[in-house]
């Protein structure tokens, strides 16, 4: 039943590792969206995709690509993880023009 | 109580009283705005929007004050409850982008 769902919740990792956070929606929308949020709570964001096409990408270092199958799916790819990636990552979807976005339960990155 | 967002970020009332979170906002040109509340261990939860064209707009114990003259925006939350303890993100919109402002920390003491 969860509208926007992340896995894993907790993502415990060493420097230099590859990793992937998966993202679903089942409300329909046509807009996703990850924002990064730091450890004091700003929360940024990264990507955005329209029906599977890249409308926002901010300034992220390009270790950072996300990718979506499906309007239903973004998943965020990291390469070569540093410690400053070390963060909460939230998937969001909404329809476009629209702000009131649907946030999954975040994915707790910890690179150590 | 009443707070001011960026500079003061954490926020504490008693329960049953009113409470202001102020946001100052840094697009003048943005032209949706937006009230997230996010609680511990979850993600924000949208609570109340407001459009450009608008300075005030009301939902349940919740309203939305905007004034564009100072790129201020403000939630007012009425009789304040333990459930409402949380973090309040602004957030400003336009061209199907939405930032989000600092945050402040709303705690309710009983």
């Known amino acids: 039943d969860t509208a926007v769902s992340q896995t894993p919740k907790y993502l415990v990792t060493q420097m230099g590792n590859d990793k992937s956070i998966k993202c679903e929606q089942n409300l329909g929308h046509d807009t996703m969206y990850w924002y990064k949020q730091d450890s004091k709570k700003f929360l940024k964001i990264m990507f955005s995709?329209?029906?599977?096409?890249?409308?926002i990408n901010e300034t992220v270092p390009n270790r950072f690509s996300p990718k979506s199958p499906d309007k239903a799916h973004l998943n965020l790819h990291i390469n070569s993880l540093e410690l400053g990636d070390s963060a909460v990552y939230f998937c969001?979807?909404?329809?476009?023009?629209?702000?009131?976005?649907?946030f999954g339960s975040g994915t707790r990155l910890t690179v150590v | 109580g009443e707070s001011v967002g960026l500079h003061l970020p954490t926020l504490s009332v008693q329960e049953g009283d009113n409470s202001i979170i102020n946001c100052a906002y840094s697009?003048?040109?943005?032209?949706?705005f937006i009230w997230y509340k996010q609680e511990s261990g979850k993600g924000p939860q949208f609570i109340i929007d407001?459009?450009?064209?608008?300075d005030k707009r009301q939902g349940q114990r919740v309203t939305v004050l905007l004034n564009k003259t100072v790129k201020h925006l403000s939630l007012q939350i009425a009789a304040t409850q333990p459930g409402d303890s949380a973090v309040y993100f602004c957030a400003e919109g336009l061209n199907n982008d939405m930032r989000f402002g600092a945050g402040t920390r709303l705690t309710v003491k009983p």
């Open positions: 995709y329209n029906n599977k096409e890249l409308i």
């Open positions: 969001a979807s909404g329809y476009l023009a629209n702000y009131g976005y649907t």
């Open positions: 407001i459009r450009s064209n608008m």
């Open positions: 697009n003048s040109a943005s032209d949706y």
